[in-house]
């Protein structure tokens, strides 16, 4: 069982920088695989960047570039730094953990807006 909290959301102008943060309990974190999604209103969730158990990255095209996505597993936290935000980033961010289970945190909201 493994439980997810984001924190880091809020209200961000156009161009500025958030840094989304995702907290896991339980055991060996670092062998699962981490995601970010988001999810805004009226669309489906999608995926934004993940990273594998020995950090290799991938990454939505809407990221590619202006999102890094990195793990601690020594603090069992996954991040997303994200740059030059734009109000199509508008999202709630949801933080992902995946291997033979999948589990997902309660969501981060994100808006961008002048």
């Known amino acids: 069982q493994v439980q997810l909290v984001e924190s880091g959301g809020g209200l961000v102008q156009p161009g500025g920088s958030l840094r989304l943060s995702c907290a896991a309990s339980?055991?060996?974190?670092?062998?699962?695989?981490m995601g970010w999604y988001r999810q805004a209103p009226g669309k489906q969730r999608e995926l934004v960047a993940v990273?594998?158990?020995?950090?290799?990255?991938n990454y939505a095209d809407s990221a590619k570039s202006r999102f890094t996505i990195s793990r601690d597993n020594a603090k069992n936290t996954v991040y997303l730094q994200m740059n030059s935000l734009k109000p199509e980033d508008t999202a709630v961010y949801y933080c992902?953990?995946?291997?033979?289970?999948?589990?997902w945190g309660q969501g981060t909201q994100v808006t961008v807006s002048s």
């Open positions: 990273i594998s158990s020995g950090g290799s990255t």
């Open positions: 339980g055991s060996m974190f670092s062998i699962y695989i």
């Open positions: 992902n953990a995946k291997k033979t289970y999948t589990y």
